[in-house]
T-cell receptor, first 118, second 113 residues
Framework: AQSVTQLGSHVSVSEGALVLLRCNYS??????LFWYVQYPNQGLQLLLK??????LVKGINGFEAEFKKSETSFHLTKPSAHMSDAAEYFC????????????????FGQGTILTVHP | DAMVIQNPRYQVTQFGKPVTLSCSQT?????MYWYQQKSSQAPKLLFH???????NEADTPDNFQSRRPNTSFCFLDIRSPGLGDAAMYLC????????????FGPGTRLTVL
């Protein structure tokens, strides 16, 4: 089964600073990878997803992530943090079978809470 | 706007008293999912429907059931809630199975007294 590991349960940055949230995956087949954001007491919103096209994926709100097979990583970045970016971020992998077909189940990492200081 | 709606947003029930959570969607998606998210934890898939086909995760307790009477609605029934079932329950939809984007509702926070 595929899995993701998010390094750092809490990340704190200053407004305007670079945001880097780390995600490493484990998969024996090419994975489908996602980043979701969750604001307090709300559902999850998709930021971006990787589905084996371009390795650099651009998402909403200025976020992007780069798929690096050699490092089994899919880290999320944003050049300049904004106060409204404070939230919890989840990396997720879509479970696939040996043939690389996904049946839709998302397995999430433990989440990273991003705090943005003025 | 097309969306995923969950009612109620907050639900309080008593230990052992059956409770039903509701999800509806205006996206006309074929797939509907139920996730359980306990405090400070990642969401965990309970089951999903692909059209009328029900798919239960192997480790979902029998206490949890689901119904999908039509494309738009899906219900989560907890037959005898225990204290350990207190959580946020998230409904999501996708157009197809596979790696399609899943669209999440705002969730229902269940409290068990």
């Amino acid at each position: 089964a595929q899995s993701v590991t998010q390094l750092g349960s809490h990340v704190s940055v200053s407004e305007g600073a670079l945001v880097l949230l780390r995600c490493n995956y484990s998969s024996s087949v090419p994975p489908y990878l996602f980043w979701y954001v969750q604001y307090p007491n709300q559902g999850l919103q998709l930021l971006l997803k990787y589905t084996s096209a371009a390795t650099l994926v651009k998402g909403i709100n200025g976020f992007e992530a780069e798929f690096k097979k050699s490092e089994t990583s899919f880290h999320l970045t944003k050049p300049s943090a904004h106060m409204s970016d404070a939230a919890e971020y989840f990396c997720a992998v879509s479970e696939t079978n040996a043939g690389g077909t996904s049946y839709g189940k998302l397995t999430f990492g433990q989440g990273t809470i991003l705090t943005v200081h003025p | 706007d097309a969306m995923v709606i969950q009612n109620p947003r907050y639900q309080v029930t008593q230990f052992g008293k059956p409770v039903t959570l509701s999800c509806s969607q205006t996206l006309n998606h074929n797939v509907m999912y139920w996730y359980q998210q306990k405090s400070s934890q990642a969401p965990k898939l309970l089951f999903h429907y692909y059209d009328k086909d029900f798919n239960n995760e192997a480790d979902t307790p029998d206490n949890f059931q689901s119904r999908r009477p039509n494309t738009s609605f899906c219900f989560l029934d907890i037959r005898s809630p225990g204290l350990g079932d207190a959580a946020m329950y998230l409904c999501a939809t996708s157009r197809r199975q596979g790696a399609d984007t899943q669209y999440f509702g705002p969730g229902t926070r269940l409290t068990v007294l």
